[in-house]
């Protein structure tokens, strides 16, 4: 389970809803939710965030909750 299932699970978001509201196939939105090897592009992200009406800057919080700057010199 990836990230971003986790959040549209919290939010009750279903993927077949958002699917149909965004235009993004079934299929990936269900990979995207089930691999966590898939790559989210933006324009997918923002289509998601615009139909489950939730604030962009969260869901960033939340499915990239495991990023952390890596320090080099």
Known sequence: MTE???YL???S???AESA???GISNSRISELTLNSSAQLRV???YLI?????????????????DLKL???E
């Open 20 to 22: 149909k509201k965004t």
């Open 70 to 72: 890596t320090m080099k």
């Open 49 to 65: 965030t615009l139909a489950i009406d939730a604030d962009r800057g969260e869901v960033l919080k939340e499915i990239c909750n």
């Open 4 to 6: 971003l299932r986790s």
């Open 43 to 45: 324009r997918e992200f």
């Open 13 to 15: 978001a279903s993927k």
């Open 9 to 11: 699970t919290k939010k």
